[in-house]
Nanobody, 115 residues
């Protein structure tokens, strides 16, 4: 249902854009989020967007990351700028349907930021 891509190896201060393609329209989702899981740590919420376009971010990424979506392409994005080594981890996209509340997870994409 969700296919994440765009991860890779980047140096400190660099940028990456993650993509999460959905099989079907994004308009059926009430919530779209990006989570990450660093080695040895719990999965944490990085950024979220609701159906109306309101966004929220973890304090650690505010001003550096931007969540967005393109309904025409059925794809959500996470633009990551000014990357730091502590941003390293596996990034997962997540959505939940408005009507059924059914949740979906992408398979994860690895981001590695070298110092």
């Amino acid at each position: 249902q969700l296919q994440a891509s765009g991860g890779g190896l980047v140096q400190t201060g660099g940028s990456l854009r993650l993509s999460c393609a959905a099989s079907g329209s994004l308009t059926r989702f009430n919530i779209m989020r990006w989570y990450r899981q660093a080695p040895g740590k719990q999965r944490e919420l990085v950024a979220g967007m609701d159906r109306g376009g309101t966004t929220n971010y973890a304090d650690s990424v505010k001003g550096r990351f931007t969540i967005s979506r393109d309904n025409a392409k059925n794809t959500m994005y996470l633009q990551m700028d000014s990357l730091k080594p502590e941003d390293t981890g596996i990034y997962y996209c997540y959505t939940a349907e408005t009507l059924t509340l059914r949740a979906y997870w992408g398979q994860g994409t690895l981001v590695t930021v070298s110092s």
